[in-house]
T-cell receptor, first 110, second 111 residues
Framework: AQTIHQWPVAEIKAVGSPLSLGCTIK??????LYWYWQATGGTLQQLFY??????VESVVQLNLSASRPKDDQFILSTEKLLLSHSGFYLC?????????FGAGTRLSVL | QQQVRQSPQSLTVWEGETAILNCSYE??????FPWYWQFPRESPALLIA?????NKKEDGRFTIFFNKREKKLSLHITDSQPGDSATYFC??????????FGAGTRLKVIA
């Protein structure tokens, strides 16, 4: 069974500061990887997906970027945080027509 | 724009009753419909999923009914338990690595 590990668990950051969130998936070779964002009490908004190393497709950017440096790793980052970046960031992974989420990272931007 | 709509926004049922959560969509290219449940302070977990080749998918107390002609589906939770209290998300994908989520239904089961 695949497992998805996200780090950090939570972050409190200042407006204008940089951010890097990570995700590692185990138990699945060549997985599809995803980043989602969820506002408090809101729905899930897909940000990025990647089907292979080095290739990332943007769905909604929100002044964020993503990279896939390794087959099992997905990184979400920005150089300058905005207040609107606060929320719950979820890394997803799976094969064709399967999507499972990691435990998520809670981000508060102050 | 691809959209997935859920109703009701919130639902309260008594323990043992059947909870019915509704979902509708517009895009005919959607061919995979997973449901997720999310407990407070946790990430969403895949609950059950269906593809349009079927009109029903059952897993224990959870059943999806699918009406392709009307572009509607519903999740039935029979013999509801307090532990089923969560937010349920209906999602849809056309198979191009994009998943669209509805706004969710907040279910509360009272003992």
């Amino acid at each position: 069974a695949q497992t998805i590990h996200q780090w950090p668990v939570a972050e409190i950051k200042a407006v204008g500061s940089p951010l890097s969130l990570g995700c590692t998936i185990k138990g699945k070779s060549s997985p599809n990887l995803y980043w989602y964002w969820q506002a408090t009490g809101g729905t899930l908004q897909q940000l990025f997906y990647s089907i292979t190393v080095g290739q990332v497709e943007s769905v909604v950017q929100l002044n964020l970027s993503a990279s896939r440096p390794k087959d099992d790793q997905f990184i979400l980052s920005t150089e300058k945080l905005l207040l609107s970046h606060s929320g719950f960031y979820l890394c997803g992974g799976g094969g064709q027509n399967t999507l499972y989420f990691g435990a998520g990272t809670r981000l508060s931007v102050l | 724009q691809q959209q997935v709509r859920q109703s009701p926004q919130s639902l309260t049922v008594w323990e043992g009753e059947t909870a019915i959560l509704n979902c509708s969509y517009e895009d005919s290219t959607f061919d995979y419909f997973p449901w997720y449940w999310q407990f407070p302070r946790e990430s969403p977990a895949l609950l059950i999923a269906i593809r349009p080749v079927s009109n029903k998918k059952e897993d224990g107390r959870f059943t999806i009914f699918f009406n392709k002609r009307e572009k509607k589906l519903s999740l039935h939770i029979t013999d509801s338990q307090p532990g089923d209290s969560a937010t349920y998300f209906c999602a849809a994908s056309p198979g191009n690595y994009k998943y669209v989520f509805g706004a969710g239904t907040r279910l509360k089961v009272i003992a």
